[in-house]
């Protein structure tokens, strides 16, 4: 999906100044797990400075999806943000950026030890779905990665105007019937975004890559990686990443 590199060559209208700059490029399709890549032009974003490519893959795409989430459902100072999913690539960030912007953060995960590094990440409460399953009612945004059978029960956690983003289906897709609190609740005026990286303008891509590096920057992110696999045992970082125990990024490094 996403690979960060030096740029070798560029086309005929692109600036001759990207040559041997380190950049983060999202590729068409799933064509990332190889030595060299070719991309867009305008899917190719700066490295921040000093930032090493680890760091730099890791934030990519995930950190990417989790800024424009939060930032299409307004999410703001002093609202009540959950975060489901909150130990994965995507979650693991919305957490530390839902804290940035002022919310305060509830996360459901796995386990307690997961919760205890989503507290360092911002998390102010902790809800282990294996054990407590569903938080207390009274939020105004959900960030939801897992979607699954569960998305209903989740769905009715929202207050009068709260807003819900989808952002991916780890947990698979869920029954129409998940979206009936949206009609049963009326009267609370609930709306529900589906959110994809694919939709966004190239302006969109800038400037949310732009807050996240400023967010770097400001010490208040920093990219989670759970481990560097090299290119040659790609199966086994993605059979690690399909036992669901990773915490953050897995990173292939192709030398
Ligand atoms: N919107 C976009 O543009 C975009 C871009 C890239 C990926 N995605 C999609 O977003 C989703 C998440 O991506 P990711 O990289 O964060 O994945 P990931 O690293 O595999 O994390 C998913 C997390 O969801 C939780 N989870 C997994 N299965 C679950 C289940 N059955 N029930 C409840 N929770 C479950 C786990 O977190 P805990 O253990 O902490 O609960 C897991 O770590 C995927 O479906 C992916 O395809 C969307």
């Known amino acids: 999906m996403e690979v960060v590199g030096r740029v070798t060559a560029v086309g005929a209208e692109v600036s001759e100044g990207l040559v041997g ?9 799933f064509g990332g797990f190889a030595e060299r890549g070719v991309a867009e032009a305008e899917m190719v974003l700066a490295s921040p400075p000093g930032a090493g490519a680890d760091e730099v893959v890791a934030l990519g795409v995930n950190a990417l999806v989790a800024e424009l989430a939060l930032q299409r459902v307004g999410a703001a100072a002093g609202e009540r ?13 919305a957490t530390q950026i839902a804290h940035a912007r002022g919310a305060e953060v509830t996360v459901v995960t796995s386990s307690s030890a997961r919760g205890e590094r989503l507290r360092e990440l911002g998390a102010a409460h902790v809800v282990d779905r294996n054990r407590s399953g569903v938080p207390d009612a009274g939020f105004d945004v959900v960030v939801d990665t897992v979607a699954g ?12 105007n709260g807003r819900y983003v989808i952002c991916g289906a ?16 009326f009267h609370k005026s609930l709306s529900l975004h589906a959110f994809s990286l694919n939709s966004v303008t190239p302006e969109e891509l800038r400037g949310s890559w ?5 967010l770097l920057g400001e010490g208040r992110l920093s990219a989670v990686v759970d481990q560097v696999f090299p290119l040659a045992e790609a199966a086994a970082a993605l059979r690690h990443v399909a036992d669901g125990k990773a915490f953050g990024k897995v990173v292939l490094r192709p030398r």
């Not at 700059?21 to 399709?29: E, F, R, T, Y």
């Not at 780890?170 to 609740?185: C, K, M, Q, Y």
């Open 210 to 214: 732009k807050r996240v590096v400023a």
């Open 170 to 185: 780890a947990g698979g897709l869920p029954s129409v019937e998940s979206f009936a609190p949206l009609l049963r609740d």
């Open 149 to 160: 059978p569960d998305l209903g029960q989740h769905l009715e956690l929202l207050r009068p």
């Open 81 to 93: 943000v959950l975060v489901r999913g909150a130990g994965g690539g995507i979650g693991v960030l």
């Open 21 to 29: 700059q380190q950049v983060l490029a999202l590729l068409p399709g």
